[in-house]
T-cell receptor, first 109, second 114 residues
Framework: GQSLEQPSEVTAVEGAIVQINCTYQ??????LSWYQQHDGGAPTFLSY????GLEETGRFSSFLSRSDSYGYLLLQELQMKDSASYFC??????????FGAGTTVTVRA | GAVVSQHPSWVICKSGTSVKIECRSL??????MFWYRQFPKQSLMLMAT?????????EQGVEKDKFLINHASLTLSTLTVTSAHPEDSSFYIC??????????FGQGTRLTVV
């Protein structure tokens, strides 16, 4: 099976940088992905890492180290609209996704 | 990206009644859809994998007789919560993932059983 750990909450001010770490244990690894979910909404895809290294998409970047079973999501130039829950997820060979418990990011003015 | 349409977005029903949630793929054909449940402030928990033309595969601990899944066509998967009780109140979301990359989600259905 799969298990993922990520911090439960993070608070930061507008313009700051936030890093959300995710460690995982999985029987078969098919990439680490990140999703954002605003209150009452459905998750939306942010980033995906299949190989080691950094993937950058605008203000958001994601990093993966397969040897450490570790990844992180980096949110730069935080904006109020970034206040949401962020989930890391690992995929299995059957395309299923297992999600972490989620990190609630609160952005303060 | 793939567009997944889920309906209704919210529903309130009386205890003991059944509720059907529809999930449609609008611009692609889906042989497989995933159904998740999410309680407030918690993670998404996979309930079952919906397979077109065959029986759904349920995750451990999910009652197949209570959560009926039908995937009769390549564009429609339905989840029926039978004999709903207040503890079934939750956010139900369908999802499509064709390869091991991005997953696309429906808008979700907020079910409240009173």
């Amino acid at each position: 099976g799969q298990s993922l750990e990520q911090p439960s909450e993070v608070t930061a001010v507008e313009g700051a940088i936030v890093q959300i770490n995710c460690t995982y244990q999985t029987s078969g690894f098919y990439g680490l992905s990140w999703y954002q979910q605003h209150d009452g909404g459905a998750p939306t895809f942010l980033s995906y890492n299949a190989l080691d290294g950094l993937e950058e998409t605008g203000r958001f970047s994601s990093f993966l180290s397969r040897s450490d079973s570790y990844g992180y999501l980096l949110l730069q130039e935080l904006q109020m609209k970034d206040s949401a829950s962020y989930f890391c997820a690992v995929g299995g060979g059957d395309y299923k996704l297992s999600f972490g418990a989620g990190t609630t990011v609160t952005v303060r003015a | 990206g793939a567009v997944v349409s889920q309906h209704p977005s919210w529903v309130i029903c009386k205890s003991g009644t059944s509720v059907k949630i529809e999930c449609r793929s609008l611009d692609f054909q889906a042989t497989t859809m995933f159904w998740y449940r999410q309680f407030p402030k918690q993670s998404l928990m996979l309930m079952a994998t919906s397979n077109e033309g065959s029986k759904a595969t349920y995750e451990q601990g999910v009652e197949k007789d209570k959560f009926l899944i039908n995937h009769a066509s390549l564009t429609l998967s339905t989840l029926t919560v039978t004999s709903a009780h207040p503890e079934d109140s939750s956010f139900y979301i369908c999802s499509y993932r064709s390869m091991n990359t991005e997953a696309f989600f429906g808008q979700g259905t907020r079910l409240t059983v009173v």
